[in-house]
């Protein structure tokens, strides 16, 4: 059988471009919940309500986003890859659609929050799903492209979305973009379909929920994924305020920084994930810990130099967008894929927890505490990386 074949199904290579494109596409759409902060203010006139107010709704969809992601992974696994993919369209949609009708902080944080971190909790495994299936010996490099979606809304939105509130006001700007996604989501299920496993992933061995409760590699990729996250969210979180503190940024100066930051951010996902599948999983976790190792002692010793700034926050947001790719593909070499969907969304929890302490951290400490941590997580990443079982 050729080899531009998937399976006996006659998977093609143009079907598998397509499928990849798609999957890709669907990312982009759904990492439009990250652009939050393009239109926080502009919620809290509309709305009435406080700074501290206006955070809720973004923290209560980052909290469902990764609980929903244990459940999108079981669904996929029970019902198939197109159920669950048209039931995360219909609620990520409706959120947007809904959330344009809202007039008080309630039914906001309600449709925005809750409604929003499910859709996107129970889409996001689908498309990582079909990037694992359709190209067996580059599960890394098409984890990162489809991920690279995710990355790349934020920085797509900041115009996008900008121009839109700005011309039609907040709430005709969120039900555009819910008919949108509706109508983008409605056309892309047209071409969803469920993808036979080939037979090298039949026939290698997989592990269950039961079993890597009991394997070091699952708590080892769990704590490295947390550390990752506490020191690259807890980053993001404060680079703006940083080059506006340490250099007199403008508010504006400093944004189209972050969203500069952002693209490497999303060059960091395809290019670890390529990384991982050329030299192994274990040598792109220890290139990472190396990578927060020196943007840590780089903030320590050089934080007040401007471009070595540029230089080890780019670092941050690039590792960032590789541990987004690194993790899926661990998940796969080491635990198979028959129930890849259910393990990596337990994995993918670790990225909430993580981030909201490294974030709670951050705000409570100054900056070189910061850049302390984030040596120690380095050394964290690195020790753990050695209980990682050599790949075959």
């Known amino acids: ?157 900041s115009y996008l979305l900008k ?15 819910g008919l949108m996604f509706l109508v983008i989501f409605s056309l892309i299920g047209l071409k969803i ?51 506006i503190d340490v250099f007199s940024f403008s508010g504006e100066r400093a944004a189209f920084l972050v969203s500069m930051f952002a693209l490497f951010n999303t060059a960091g996902r395809p290019i670890y994930g390529w990384i991982s599948d050329k030299i192994g999983i274990k040598k792109a976790i220890l290139l990472t810990a190396v990578s927060y190792f020196l943007a840590g002692a780089g903030g320590l010793y050089y934080g007040k130099s401007y471009y070595a700034a540029l230089s080890f926050f780019s670092v941050l947001w690039f590792t960032l967008g590789g541990w987004l790719a690194i993790a899926p593909s661990a998940t796969i070499k080491l635990f198979g894929l028959a129930h890849y969907s259910k393990i990596y969304g337990i994995v993918y929890t670790s990225y909430g927890l993580g981030g909201f302490a490294g974030i709670a951290y951050s705000s409570l400490t100054g900056y070189d505490f910061f850049f302390k941590a984030s040596a120690i997580c380095a050394a964290i990443i690195c020790a753990l990386s050695f209980t990682v079982k050599k790949e075959e």
């Open 193 to 243: 379909k469920e993808i036979p496993k080939t037979e090298e992933d039949l026939n290698s061995k997989t592990y269950d929920l039961n079993d890597i409760f009991k394997k070091i590699e699952f708590y080892s990729l769990y704590i490295m994924m947390a550390s990752a996250c506490f020191v690259s969210l807890a980053s993001v979180s404060f680079t703006a305020g940083y080059f």
């Open 1 to 157: 059988m050729s080899q531009s074949y998937l399976s006996e199904n006659n998977f093609i290579e143009r079907e598998k471009k397509i499928l990849l494109f798609l999957s890709f596409l669907i990312m982009l759409c759904s990492g439009t919940i990250y652009s939050y902060s393009i239109f926080r203010k502009v919620l809290e006139s509309f709305l009435n309500i406080s700074s501290y107010q206006s955070a809720v709704p973004f923290k209560i969809l980052l909290l469902c986003f990764a609980l929903s992601m244990p459940l999108g992974g079981w669904l996929i696994e029970k019902k198939g890859i197109k159920k669950v993919y048209f039931l995360g369209a219909l609620a990520l949609s409706a959120s947007w659609i809904l959330s344009s009708f809202s007039k008080s902080f309630e039914t906001f944080s309600l449709f925005y929050g809750f409604l929003g971190g499910i859709g996107v909790g129970l889409i996001y495994g689908v498309p990582l799903k079909i990037a694992s299936l359709l190209y067996p010996d580059r599960k890394g490099l098409t984890s990162g492209i489809v991920l690279a979606g995710f990355g790349l809304s934020a920085f797509i939105n």
């Open 163 to 177: 121009k839109l509130i700005i011309n039609f006001g907040i709430s005709k700007a969120f039900f555009s973009y």
